[in-house]
Structure formats: C-alpha cells, structure tokens
C-alpha cells in the first residue's frame, strides 16, 4: 500500500516527537533519573490540573502566533528570523498604548492590540524592502533587527514608559486581555482572551493562503519569481506584503504577552525565545495553520509541564529544554524520516 | 565476443509503474548505438540502470561478455561505463581541470597536484579533437565546451562506453557539427557510443545502429542503414507522424506588432539588441532565426516587457508597449510561450491547474472580490487539458510531475486559450519528441489560420523552414535579412545566421 503524501506530512513530526522523547529517556536513563516518574511529572505538570492546563493555553497563545508569523512568509518563499525582533516591538507599542490613554475598553483595547500588530508589520518592512529592493538577503536583516529591536525596547521602557525603571507600569485594565471568566474556570490560572485572536489569525492565516487571489501570488512568488514576473505579478511588492503580514502576526504574539499573560513589559537581558521557538513550531507544524497550532500546544504544554518535573521527579528542567531541541533536530531531518517511512511503506508491498 | 555491453530483458519498476519492461539492448564494440524514445518512454530509466542509478527488478547486465550487478556509479566507471548527462555536472567555479579530477585527484604528499593533471588533460584532449583550455574557468566557457569537458571527465576516467543523454539538445547547429566529428574521433580509438535521442536527423547521420523502445516497452533494435526517418518516427510514436506540417499558404492582413529601432541591453549590460526593426501581420507566423545569443532572450523580454529596453518603440495594435509592466503588455492580445519552461511557464510547485490559470488568475470568473473559485479554475483547467491533449494523471497533479512535453502543451493550452491577436512562441519545441512537435507545429499554424500573428523563435533550422512564412534573420542584436523559406535553403540561411550578409538582403532588412 503506497502511503498517500498527506499521511507522511502528518506522519512525520508525530514520528519526530517519538524519538524526541524516545531519546530524552536514554539521557534521562544514563544520567540516572528515572525516565517514567519524569514523563509523569511532564504529563502532570501540563494537563494534570485545570490549572496547568489554563496555563498551557496561556503560553500556546503566543506560540501559535510566532509560528503563524514563520509559517507565511515561509510559505512564500521568504525565512522570517526576524519573529522574535517583531514580537519585542509588538509587545512594546501594545504596552505604550496600554498605559498611555484612558479610553472605553472597547476602543482602548483594539487599538493597543493593532498597534502591536502595525508595530511588528513595520519592523518586519524593512527587511521586506530591502530585500525587494536591494535583493539584501532577509536572514541576515532580520537577525540584526532582532537584536535592535532588543536594545530599543529596553531603551523605550527605561526613558520613554518610565523614568529610568526596569519595567513599565501596568496596563489600563481597558488595555488587558484578561478575563476572570477564564481565569475562573482555571482555578486562577493566567489564561487570557487572546486565545481567540491567536485561532482566528490561524483561520486568517489559512484564508489568505489558500483562498485569496493574493495569496495565490504570494505563493506564486514564493515558488518561482521568474514565472510570477512572466505572469505578471508585482514580484517586489509580494515579497514586501508576505513580510508585513508575517511582521503582524509576530507583533500580535507581542501584544498576547503584553496585554494577556503580563500587563507590563520589563527591561530584557536577552530575548524572549518565543520568536525562535515560533521557527520550529512552524516546521513541527508543516507550515500550516491547523499544524501550527497543534505544534504551538504541544511546545506549550511542555514548556509549561517541565517545570513540574524538577519538582516531582527531581529533574532539571535543562533537560526538557534538551527534549524540546531533540524534537527540532528531528523534525528539522525530516527528509530522513520520511525515507525511512518510504522503505517500510515499500516493503510492505512486497 | 560481439558485445561490448548486452542489457537483456530489463525490467524497472517505481511504485505501480512500470518504466521498463524486457528491454533489451547490446551494444557492439566500435558502434555509436542510439536509443531512440518519446519523452517519457523510458530511455533515461533504462541508461540510469547502466550506470548504477537505478536496479532493475528483473533482467541481466553483461560487459564484456561477464554478468555484472551494478550497484552505483563508481562500479559503472570502474566497468568503463562514462555518462554525459543533459544537464551538466560541473562546479561553474572551478577550472576545466578541476572539474576533470573532481573526485579522482592526482596528489602529491596529501596536496592535489594540478600540474601533472593539466597535462593529462591536455592529452587526452589532443588525442580525440577536444579542444578545451584546461585552465579556463567553467562559467567562463561556452555550452558546447563544457560538454567537451563532461566527455574529458568520462575518458579521464577511463570509460571506453560512454553514454550521450540528449547531447545535441543545448548546442548550436556549429558546435553539433563538432560533436559529431568527436563522436568519429572516439569511435576511432576504439571507444563505443551510446547516443540517447530523439532527434531522426542525428540517428540517421551518425549511428549504426538504433533501438526503439515506447512507453516503457523495447520494440526492436534496426540497423541504420537498412531504415528511414519516416519508419523509425512511427516506430518510436506507434502511428504514421508528419514531419512536413501541410499548411496552405499565408493571408497576412493589418500590422499587428511594430518594433522600430529597438535598442536593449543584457544583463551584463551589454546591448544586445542594437536598433532592430521587425514588423509582424495578422495572420502570418514569422520565424526568427539565428545562433543562439545574438538577442533573441532580450528582443523577447523587451517585447513581452520582462525587460526593459534602452530606447526605441514596441507597438502592438499601433500601441505603444514598451517598458510596460508585463501584465499590461500580456493584457494588450499579447500570449508569450517563453524559452525556459521550468523558469518562466511554470510555478512547478502548482498544480497542473493552478498553472492553466497563471495568466487569468485575478480575472472573472476564477477570483472576484479577490476570493478564489478554485471549481471555476479546475473546470477550465479539465477542459484545457483535454482540449490540447495534456497527459495527466488529474489537474490536481503537480506541475512538476508531467514530463515536457504535456508540461509544453500545457503552457501552450493556457496562452491560445486567451485568444491573443499576438503569440510569441520562444524554442517551443525544444527537447521535444517528434508526437509532440507535430501538434505543437499544428497548433501554431492553426493560429496563424485564425488570423493571428506568430513570432517563432527558435534554433532549429529545420522548424523555422517548416513553419514560418517569412523569416528574420537575427545575427548580433539585429535582423540581417528577411528571406521567403520557399526560395532559401539551410546553407544559406546558416551563412546568414554566421554574419555573412547576404547581398541585396542587408538593404532591404529594415522592412
């Protein structure tokens, strides 16, 4: 029986996972912990509680975004390193607006919530441009913007958002994304409304890609500028919108940390890692919108489940962070699996 | 022992399909040997499984009289097989010589000795006539020497039976010339030759012998000598084909299409069309002629607005077009089969369908308020694909997966469709099998009957001769002559196409 190529798409970071874990016990085995108790602790500490699970949740929501963020412009052609500098920037501009006015929640916190989202699509322009215009190749643009958005928002929140503090004061209560309602049926976990905006701009995400006329010339670009340009598509301007909509969505993953789980913003030593987890929730994800939140909730449940396992199991929590990056090396040799999956699915004809 | 290498009864499959089934082909020691095939009947297949690529379910292999299991391309080499491949393997950064050894380096104390390798180089080359600067950078080196280089690379090797997969495909009338007297050359050393093609004119010119094989199956091994283009065509396409496609003769009407004094560069920013003047009617195809690389990419980019020109004016329907953007000039009556289907046709990642409608995509009815209606498009595209006989497995299938010829059709499908008043058709028979070409010829002619104009680019004499009525001779970025194909012949429109201006042509070029 030939495997159809659906099948192997999903197939593949499922077997990823597997082995991810599957290795993650021989460590755990050879450094003398005891494997089962800690996959107990993992599973507990991620869904063992209406708590945890609200917490999951809570960190998914920006997964699913900076993965949405990776996944699009991947899917056009273009790689978006730039995730984690656009979320910084998202996070930042949701903040200001969040403690800058006093305005009905209706208006207050829509507009802090797009101002992420202009924020993130501004910062994600400039590599879109050059890249357009100069042909400046938009990896290395955007990892230099990631560290500039860095020292620029801290620079924000030191002299503009306070006066020379670590961190901001908190939002307008008319800017948050908290919700008792959530918070209430979670046992007070952190749980917050941009929940839906994260699965509606999956929906959006979908839509556009596969449904619009632009996003079948993005798509289109993505592939092959030279038949693009020959079927008259404006192949500089594609290339710019696929980096603004992908600088949106990371910017909005901004807000979803500003405005949801935090409510202020504080001066960072380093980045958030958000943006870079987002490139493997992406490719865990297959680049679409469905595998994108699949792999946001699995990369959140773990995030979130280890750290019960120092507590339960006495493991580190380091070690969780090694599972997670067996997991990305896995998926990332894919082509590897998908082989093996090819030779198995072959013998089984004979 | 008669034979050099004997493939008996070779069977491959790929997951179902069967590629090869019980071919047979033995190749004698000193012949040149052609394996003649549509696209996509398996000739590839069946040389990829020689070289080790491939094995072959069933069947047997001997060289030299001794079964043999070759099991990749290193035992292939070792056995003194060597493959010319259609598309090049070489490092365009690296020299001629480098590229020879890559692989089979001459050291000395751990270092890679250049020299002695240069010199065998060069003495291999001067014992078969093939003339390369061992030094030369590839990427500064013209097609037909650099497939001299992939033959170096084969006899460096050692290989007495090399295998040419299409070698005339990218080459100018010139340098096939060349080709051809290396292949004697070869042949007199002692070497054996076997030529993948589907070009009857080179068979019936060079080889022994031929063996066709259709749709995956071998019909029969023929001598030259005892054939004729006519019955090897029908043996290779399984019905009678017309080389010569009957047309009456042209009724041209008004000026579709006026270029005055264009002048472009090229992307090295040399000019490359240096003040060309061409005029083209409704209802006649014009056959541009010429060695590849006198302007004909740029005279079409420039055209089709893919390019933009230095100055002059490009008039469709006494319109001026020139440096429009392409979607402007294609809205215009402009359909544009281009040169490079793979870079320009097609988004291979597409779907045959998605494909069909490159062009009219954002139009009513397959988008509106900027929603796709993909039903609307893969209707289109179902009758599309039967309309202009596109083999696929579904118009859900990959772009990518067709061979070239479907994919061919499939472009052209998509340009006529659009009913153009123009129809620029660049090399639109290129790597092409006879089945193929016939309807591509027929399609084209049917246009011009229609009252279309057609602009035929190509550098096949033989399909510029057959087709056009009234060809443009192009040589250094500009149209030398324009000749009736009734009253010229190939020599001389192969002089005129070197630069020999013909006497009185020259004058009245400016047409």
């Known amino acids: 029986m030939q495997m159809s190529s659906r099948m192997k798409n999903i197939l593949t970071p499922i077997i990823a996972v597997l ?229 949106i969505f990371a910017g909005l993953a901004g807000a979803m940390e500003g405005l949801g789980t935090f409510g202020y913003m504080a001066v960072k030593g380093g980045f958030t890692g958000v943006g870079f987890d987002g490139i493997a929730v992406a490719l865990l994800g297959g680049n679409t919108a469905i595998g994108v939140v699949l792999a946001a909730l699995l990369f959140g449940g773990l995030k979130v489940g280890a750290l019960n396992m120092p507590l339960e199991a006495g493991v580190p929590n380091e070690l969780v962070d090694i599972i997670i990056a067996l997991i990305i090396i896995f998926v990332a040799s894919s082509y590897i699996i998908r082989w093996f999956i090819d030779r198995v699915s072959k013998k089984g004809v004979k | ?99 020879i050894i890559l692989g089979k380096e001459t050291t000395k104390g751990g270092v890679i000795d250049i020299k002695t390798a240069e010199d065998e180089v060069r003495k291999i080359s001067e014992r078969y006539g093939l003339a390369v600067d061992p030094q030369a950078k590839i990427s500064n080196i013209s097609v037909g020497m650099q497939q001299r280089v992939e033959i170096l690379k084969t006899l460096y090797r050692g290989a007495d039976i090399l295998i040419f997969d299409e070698p005339t ?23 054996s030759i076997i030529l993948i093609t589907h070009k009857l004119k080179e068979i019936m010119e060079v080889c022994d012998r031929v063996t066709v094989i259709r749709k995956g199956k071998g019909i029969g091994t023929v001598n030259v000598n005892e054939t004729n283009p006519t019955d090897l065509a029908s043996l290779m396409v399984g019905r009678d084909v017309e080389f010569k496609t009957e047309k009456i003769d042209a009724t041209p009407g008004v000026e579709v299409l006026e270029i005055e004094n264009l002048k472009v560069k090229d ?73 490079d289907r ?34 609307k498009i893969y209707d289109k595209a179902r009758n599309l694909i039967s309309e202009f006989d596109v083999r696929t497995p579904s118009e859900y299938t990959l772009a990518r997966a067709l061979s070239g010829g479907n994919q061919q059709k499939a472009i052209i499908g998509r340009e006529i469709d659009r009913n153009p008043d123009i129809l620029i058709a660049a090399q639109p028979t290129r790597g092409l099998d006879v089945g193929a070409i016939e309807f591509i010829h027929k399609r084209l002619i049917e246009q011009r009957d229609q009252g279309k104009a057609v602009l035929l680019v190509s550098f096949e004499l033989d399909e510029i001769m057959n087709v056009s009525d009234r060809i443009a001779v192009i040589y250094e970025g500009e149209i030398v002559a324009i000749v009736d194909p009734k009253e010229t012949t190939e020599q001389e429109l192969g002089l005129l196409m070197a630069g020999s201006k013909k006497k009185e042509a020259g004058e009245d070029a400016n047409v």
């Open chain 2, 1 to 99: 022992m008669e034979y050099v290498i004997e493939m008996l009864n070779i069977r491959k499959e790929f997951s179902g399909f069967v590629a090869n089934d019980n071919i047979t082909l033995q190749l004698k020691k000193g012949e040149i040997h052609a394996l003649l095939g549509e696209n996509g009947a398996g000739k590839s297949t069946l040389m990829n499984v020689l070289f080790g690529l491939y094995q072959p379910e069933k069947g047997e292999i001997k060289v030299k009289g001794e079964t043999v299991k070759i099991t990749d391309p290193n035992v292939a080499n070792d056995l003194g097989i060597g493959m010319v491949h259609q598309h090049f393997m070489l490092v365009d950064t690296f020299t001629v010589t480098e590229n």
């Open chain 1, 19 to 247: 082995l991810g874990v599957l290795v993650g016990t021989i460590i755990m085995i050879a450094s003398g912990y005891n494997a089962i108790t800690a996959y107990q602790a993992l599973w507990n500490g991620a869904f063992g509680d209406i708590y945890f699970i609200g917490e999951v949740i809570r960190q998914t929501i920006p997964y699913i975004l900076a993965g949405l963020a990776v996944a699009f412009a991947f899917k056009t052609g273009l790689f978006n390193i730039g995730v984690e500098g656009q979320l910084l920037m998202g996070w930042v501009a949701a903040i200001w607006v969040g403690v800058s006015f006093d305005l009905p929640k209706i208006i207050h916190l829509p507009l802090a919530v797009l101002a992420a989202g202009v924020a993130g699509a501004l910062w994600a322009f400039i590599p879109g441009y050059l890249k357009a215009r100069f042909r400046v190749h938009e990896v290395i643009v955007t990892i230099m913007l990631n560290h500039t958005a860095l020292y620029i928002t801290n620079q924000i929140i030191r002299s503009v958002l306070s006066d020379g503090k670590e961190r901001t004061d908190m939002i307008a209560d008319s800017a948050s994304l908290r919700s008792v309602f959530l918070e209430g049926i979670t046992d007070y976990s952190r749980m917050h409304w941009g929940i839906t905006i994260a699965i509606i701009c999956a929906i959006i995400m979908w839509f556009i890609l596969e449904k619009t006329t632009t996003g079948f010339e993005l798509r289109a670009v993505g592939f092959n500028e030279h038949a693009s340009q020959y079927a008259g598509m404006n192949v500089k301007r594609n290339i710019i919108l696929s980096m603004v909509i992908s600088g």
């Open chain 2, 267 to 339: 992307s090295r920013g040399v000019q490359a069309i240096k003040g060309l003047n061409l005029s083209l009617r409704a209802g006649e195809i014009l056959g541009i002629a010429g060695v590849d690389g006198n302007g004909q990419t740029e005279l079409i980019e420039a055209i089709t607005g893919l390019r933009k020109a230095e100055s002059g004016s490009v008039k469709i329907n006494r319109k001026n077009v020139l440096n429009l953007p392409p979607r402007k000039v294609t809205e215009t009556g402009l359909g544009h089969i281009p040169q």
């Open chain 2, 169 to 191: 495909a990218v080459l100018t009338p010139q340098e096939i010339k060349e080709l051809i007297q290396i292949f004697k050359t070869l042949i007199k050393e002692g070497k």
């Open chain 2, 342 to 375: 793979h870079k320009h046709g097609l988004v291979l990642n597409y779907t045959i369908g998605e494909n069909m409608v490159l062009q009219t995509y954002y139009q009513k009815p397959f988008s509106k308020s900027g929603v796709m209606n993909f039903k």
